[in-house]
């Protein structure tokens, strides 16, 4: 057990939908990154935030947000929903933003759009 | 491009043997490289964090190697282990972790 949660663990949702998945980051960790993996394209990296501010910014697209709060924990914001944007959601989170710093990863949300 | 190449993409061993993957990179401005471990539909679990000065780092059984003038990597498996049946990915860091580029992984599967 890494010490980060997200929920939920699956998601089934329709075309065109929107949803929101949630992490929280281990105990003292300050850093969020999101990533996502998908059966053609393997894991990517999609967005980092540090102490709330963005931070960088990998291969999001714009119908993508995320935002970290007060409390840090972070949610990722999926809209307008395609069939390729099934995939594997996970996030991690260190103590530091920048650098060498030791990433943990949560477990994943699993989300299908059908 | 920043492009991760892994070799090879699978690989079947027996318990016991040592094995060694492999990890080039075409990445600049280099930050790290990292190897993660994941087994199938679980999170990765990070192995080593290699910076640009060092060449070689342990984890256990888990040896990873950087040559950062050719752009390679290598992670050892000594006497392997069932429960080291997983992919391994290798990742390395644009700038001061201002990106992460991923390789495609390579599957190991450790037989009895």
């Known amino acids: 057990d890494s010490g980060v949660t997200q929920t939920p663990k699956h998601l089934i949702t329709a075309t065109g939908q929107r949803v929101t998945l949630r992490c929280s980051p281990r105990?003292?960790?300050?850093?969020v990154y999101w990533y996502q993996q998908s059966l053609d394209q393997g894991l990517q990296f999609l967005i980092q935030?540090?102490?709330?501010?963005?931070?960088a910014k990998g291969n999001i697209l714009e119908r993508f947000s995320a935002q970290q709060f007060p409390d840090l924990h972070s949610e990722l914001n999926l809209s307008s929903l395609e069939l390729g944007d099934s995939a594997l959601y996970f996030c991690?989170?260190?103590?530091?933003?920048?650098?060498?710093?030791?990433?943990?990863f949560g477990p994943g949300t699993r989300l299908t759009v059908t | 491009k920043n492009q991760v190449e892994q070799s090879p993409q699978s690989l079947i061993i027996l318990e016991g043997k040592n094995c060694t993957l492999q990890?080039?990179?075409?990445?600049?401005?280099?930050?790290?490289l990292r190897w993660y471990k994941q087994d199938t539909g679980r999170g990765p679990v990070s192995l080593t964090i290699m910076t640009f000065s060092e060449n070689t780092k342990s984890n256990g059984r888990y040896t990873a190697t950087l040559d950062a003038d050719t752009k390679q990597s290598s992670l050892h498996i000594t006497a392997s282990q069932l429960s080291d049946s997983a992919s391994y990915i290798c990742?390395?860091?644009?700038?001061?972790?201002?990106?992460?580029?991923f390789g495609p992984g390579t599957r190991l599967s450790v037989l009895p």
């Open positions: 990890c080039n990179y075409t990445v600049s401005p280099f930050s790290n």
């Open positions: 991690a989170s260190s103590v530091a933003g920048q650098g060498a710093s030791e990433q943990y």
């Open positions: 105990s003292g960790d300050l850093s």
């Open positions: 990742v390395v860091s644009v700038g001061y972790g201002q990106n992460f580029v």
């Open positions: 935030y540090y102490n709330g501010e963005e931070r």
